[in-house]
């Protein structure tokens, strides 16, 4: 296990420089020595979301920060649009369903982003400006579509609709400049390209949702970010938070900034075009179409009468190479190869080359090496690989 190649859409590979700041000796979660850590983290994190908002960071999942993103800033009761892409789109729709929300969900198709036409033409005849907020992902895991959310932004023009963002698996893999594009509430959590363990949330707020929630009812305890952030604001958090993960959290945004968050995302879709030229050229079909096909995972349908399970079953058990199967509709029918967080140019060529072992043992027909020597290509020509060394 030690010497897998986990190319999953969470838990993403850790660098050693993470793992070493996450081995350090146990603190007081009261000490100065930790709120000055956590002071630090919480405003070097902001860089990556492009933001001088409030940025919250939270001992729990992602799906527990898209949770507080519903009952903090929206009431039982109001209207809202659900944009969605794919199944984690679902479940924010099924979040908001569960605390009681008028839902007025729309469901793209698959492989497609949320047309931001769509968005306006439902905002426009909301003349009374009955909706709250629209609801949205940045980059729909479950396909690999990265959704326009400067213009679905856009789109609201002059409507007061907050726009709740779920960027779980696409801060740091996909654009997303949250103040730039007046985005209100974005989540993210730690186990994909911040390269951190699972268990820490961050949620940035923009002063129009804090308005929100001055006007909030619902009931909540733990994920009541008004207390989150009375806390915060003295560099603490309410409850026990995971303060290794902490530790961890400060050296990933450290490293992150260093390459400079334009930087890292060109990394990610470079790693998106050397696996989607490899796929292709092995003649197989990603979700997502060309246009949209976000930094973070690229899901791909399997050949006709060969299953995800055992595409990835073969790559995990006799080549070491972890990937992850589809999900929701297309659970059975794709698999998806993650390229989010720290991977490297051989990563990279050890997934094409499990892949292609499997196919090949499960009696698909192509020439191997082909996919493999298509994503060199592309490493080669994005790394200025010269062979003339004269």
């Known amino acids: 296990m030690e010497n897998q190649f986990l190319l999953l859409p969470g838990p993403t590979q850790i660098p050693n420089r993470v793992l070493q700041a996450a081995n350090q000796p146990m603190i007081s979660h009261r000490s100065g020595t930790f709120k000055d850590i956590f002071g630090q983290v919480t405003e070097n994190a902001k860089r990556i979301f492009c933001t001088k908002n409030?940025?919250?960071?939270?001992?729990?999942?992602?799906?527990?920060?898209?949770?507080?993103?519903?009952?903090?800033?929206?009431?039982?009761?109001?209207?809202?649009?659900?944009?969605?892409?794919?199944?984690?789109?679902?479940?924010?729709?099924?979040?908001?369903?569960?605390?009681?929300?008028?839902?007025?969900?729309?469901?793209?198709?698959?492989?497609?982003?949320?047309?931001?036409?769509?968005?306006?033409?439902?905002?426009?005849?909301?003349?009374?400006?009955?909706?709250?907020?629209?609801?949205?992902?940045?980059?729909?895991t479950s396909t690999g579509v990265y959704n326009p959310l400067d213009k679905i932004s856009a789109a609201r023009g002059n409507h007061p609709a907050l726009l709740l963002v779920d960027a779980v698996s696409g801060l740091g893999a996909c654009p997303l400049k949250t103040d730039e594009w007046g985005l209100d509430v974005v989540v993210t959590s730690s186990q994909k390209a911040l390269m951190v363990p699972p268990g820490l949330c961050l949620v940035t707020v923009s002063q129009r949702a804090w308005a929100a929630a001055a006007n909030n009812h619902n009931h909540k305890f733990y994920l009541d970010l008004s207390k989150a952030k009375k806390y915060a604001d003295d560099r603490q958090t309410p409850f026990t938070p995971a303060v290794s993960l902490v530790y961890a959290l400060d050296e990933a945004v450290n490293m992150l900034n260093e390459q400079g968050i334009d930087n890292v995302i060109a990394e990610h879709y470079f790693r998106r075009d050397a696996i989607r030229a490899s796929i292709k050229a092995l003649g197989l079909k990603p979700v997502a179409d060309d246009q949209v096909a976000g930094g973070a995972v690229t899901a791909v349908y399997c050949p006709e009468g060969i299953t995800a399970a055992e595409i990835t079953g073969i790559m995990r058990e006799k080549y070491d190479t972890v990937i992850a199967g589809g999900m929701g509709d297309i659970k059975k029918t794709s698999f998806r190869i993650a390229h989010l967080g720290f991977v490297r140019d051989m990563d990279l060529i050890a997934a094409i080359g499990a892949l292609e072992l499997a196919l090949y043992e499960l009696g698909y027909k192509f020439e191997l090496g082909t996919g493999v020597g298509a994503c060199q290509k592309v490493i080669i020509e994005k790394r200025k690989v010269f062979t003339d060394r004269d």
């Open 54 to 140: 409030d940025l919250l960071i939270l001992t729990c999942s992602g799906t527990a920060g898209l949770e507080a993103s519903v009952v903090n800033f929206l009431n039982s009761g109001d209207k809202v649009i659900v944009a969605s892409t794919g199944n984690f789109g679902r479940r924010y729709r099924d979040i908001a369903e569960a605390h009681g929300m008028d839902i007025d969900y729309i469901e793209f198709p698959m492989g497609k982003a949320v047309d931001p036409a769509v968005i306006a033409e439902k905002l426009a005849a909301d003349t009374e400006q009955k909706i709250k907020a629209i609801i949205i992902q940045q980059h729909e």
